[in-house]
């Protein structure tokens, strides 16, 4: 497993406004009995498998505005194992800095979470968007994430700018409270009470991650040494996109699929602001190399509504979904194939199984 960008304090700034929203969290309690019900994890119980390509930059995400010819190009791209988290934060910044003393109708490239949400928010500014996509919902990376809210797998500490951090922060916090106002099943956003192993982070903004405490050993029932608890927003990603793709059509906005080899394609599009939202796709496109793929691999259980919690440590990660029970916990640098390994399957499937056999009810 490589080396992952450690989880890291970083003082939050409330920058950007999101009307109608308070920053205060409404949260759902922890469940009431130390006595968890166990994830029946077993290979005859595993309904799929996938992997994806977790697009990585150890200098974390880009937002900036460049000039193509006389087009304003807006990157926002390399969001590492956090896209789903970081999604509506860092689009604010790149469409604020897109269309300042901009008129006329704006180009998205990209169809990922990333591309989804710049061009609602381009919508909710009131400017017409076509997204141009080499492929759409199921098929993106974004359609593979376990949905977790937390800014994982984002950065390296020691590559990230002063300049960076105030985006992170800003972003992240935008993100936050954005998610919160869209529980619900219609987008398949939900709280969650998470157990993560190991001792309680330190908090990244003064909201997130909120009821954060650690545990003794007689309030869990989980074989780990050092445990803690915090409650955070997961994301059943099918159902999400899907319905982002929807309310993107709803309010007028085009789609064409289409790929585009090289940046001088994007220069005879007739949009004049375009928004460059391709993931990984930004490696060979814009030839930005400090972009990497972290491949993940994830096994899908069958769902078991009794669930209601989540579990994130060295067995790997369980997040419980309506579509599954997603198990997860593969990190694989630089592997540019997203293809599921049966071995790997095998072995999530196997730490995870004697997690939950392992389980214990305090007295
Ligand atoms: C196993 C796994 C688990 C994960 N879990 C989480 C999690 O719990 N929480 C979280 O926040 N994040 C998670 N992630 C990370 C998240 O999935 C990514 O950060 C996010 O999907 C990136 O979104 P994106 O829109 O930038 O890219 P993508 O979803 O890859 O979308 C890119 C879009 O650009 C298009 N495109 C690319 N190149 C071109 C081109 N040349 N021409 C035209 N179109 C192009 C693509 O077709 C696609 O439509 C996980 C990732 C993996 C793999």
Redesign the pocket.
Known sequence: MPTLPRRHFVAATAALALPGCAVTTARTPPPSSSCLAPVKASPDRVIRT???????RPGGFVVRADALGAKRLVH????????????WGTSKLAVDMGIAGFRGAAAV?????????TARLLQEAGFAVT???????P????????????????YRDDRVTPEWRRQFSAALDYSWRRFQIMIGDDYGVRWLTTYAEGTREAPILPTFPPAARQLGPDEHPFPVERLWRYDTI??E?GRYLNRMQRDFQTAGGRIVV????APAEIGELPETLVFN??????H??FGDTELVP?????AMLIPQPEIDYAFTGEAG?M?PRPDGI?L?G?YERNIWE?EVEPERIARIVASHRALFAGFRCPA
């Open positions: 996938a992997a994806g390509l977790r697009p990585y926002n791209y390399g969001h590492g194992g956090a896209g789903i988290t970081m999604s490239i990209g169809a990922g979470v990333m591309g989804l949400s997204i141009y996509a080499k492929a759409l919902p098929e993106t990376t974004s359609n593979i994430a376990g949905g977790q809210f937390h800014p994982y797998s984002l997961y994301v990603t289409r790929e585009f080899a939202c391709t993931g990984l796709g930004s060979g496109l972290i491949r993940g691999q994830l990660y997040f997603v997860g593969s997203a």
